[in-house]
């Protein structure tokens, strides 16, 4: 794969071998009280599903509740800028996907907040696996098929995202760049509400996290043209990936993390960070992200620090060279 195209499998590789390592101990009676976890996205995303599977299981491990709260608005921005002003105790966190860490810098640089001043990462918790996906009766079966009607009316075959400069956007975008065909870019407000689009059959195509289409793909309302790992996934034998379908060499994946505001104890990030791995180590919770398309991983905090500083920078470059721009 390019550089451009590599996703997060050879940090999350490195990553699974630290479950059984545990850090210091927290400080004393932490927590003795509900932990607020902010997912600036939509229920029913890749993110909500992930962080409400590993914090149900965690907060069953610490003994104490872990609310899920989604706060929306402006692509992320104003759930993060919360988490990210929160007081930096251990009882605010946040659960992030890329996107909002590494793309939306490079979209809106007059951000309330900045990554790597006002976070400190705590662990990788998932990677979220990607699909082509369309509705069941989309004209085209395969990528290759989606490349050639696009190469027959370039610009004429439209395809959706949740909103420019989403990750279903830059997926796409890449995807087509990739394929060296025009495709019509038809943004929603969101993963859900064009996973619903799709399955109503208002856009023949797009690239989503599995999870977020997972159960209308099981409920046989859309159909999985390819998925955007390297290899086959496990779990959907049957499914080819895009690099053996008509782009030789893509892979496209997104991530689910905890981050926690800057200032934040060492030895409650580590705490946080050791309960994560001790979520992730269950062979349920487990079973439960792998069937909804994520792949369990797990990090060391200066793993994802080292990580995010790097997709910040290549994300940088990708979104400069496509021409994307934010509303």
């Known amino acids: 794969m390019t550089p451009r195209r590599t996703a997060f499998f050879a940090l999350a590789a490195t990553a699974v071998a630290l479950l059984g390592a545990v850090p210091a101990q927290a400080e004393p009676g932490y927590p003795n009280k509900p932990i607020r976890m902010v997912v600036p996205l939509g229920a029913g995303s890749a993110v909500d599903v992930a962080a409400r599977i590993v914090v149900q299981k965690m907060s069953q491990n610490m003994g104490q509740a872990i609310v899920v709260e989604n706060i929306l608005g ?4 104003v759930g993060t800028d919360k988490a990210a002003k929160a007081a930096p105790d251990g009882y605010t966190i946040a659960g992030l996907n890329d996107s909002i860490m590494t793309m939306v810098p490079a979209l809106q640089p007059k951000l309330p907040w900045d990554m790597l001043r006002d976070f400190v990462p705590v ?8 699909c082509i996906v369309g509705p069941v009766s989309a ?23 949740g909103g420019i400069g989403s990750p279903q956007h830059i997926a796409m975008a890449l995807f ?15 993963a859900a509400e064009l996973a619903t689009g799709l399955a109503g059959g208002q856009v023949p195509v797009a690239f989503q996290g599995l999870a977020s289409v997972n159960a209308l793909v099981k409920g046989k309302r859309l159909k999985l043209l390819a998925v955007g790992t390297p290899q086959r996934m496990p779990q959907l034998p049957e499914v080819p990936t895009v690099n053996e379908s008509g782009l030789p060499g893509f892979a496209f994946n997104s991530w689910f993390t905890i981050m926690a505001p800057a200032g934040t104890p060492a030895d409650i990030v580590a705490r946080l960070n050791a309960e994560v791995r001790k979520a992730l180590a269950d062979p349920a919770v487990r079973e439960q992200l792998l069937a909804q398309g994520l792949t369990p991983r797990g990090s060391s905090a200066e793993e994802l620090g080292a990580a995010t500083r790097a997709q910040l920078a290549k994300y940088a470059a990708l979104i400069k060279k496509a021409g994307i721009k934010a509303e």
């Open 123 to 130: 662990s990788l918790v998932a990677t979220i696996e990607w």
């Open 176 to 190: 087509a760049s990739d394929a060296n065909i025009q495709l019509n870019h038809v943004p929603y407000k969101g």
């Open 139 to 161: 004209p085209f079966d395969t990528p290759a098929a989606l490349i050639k009607a696009a190469q027959a009316a370039p610009g004429a075959v439209d395809y959706g995202s």
């Open 74 to 77: 402006a692509s992320g921005i």
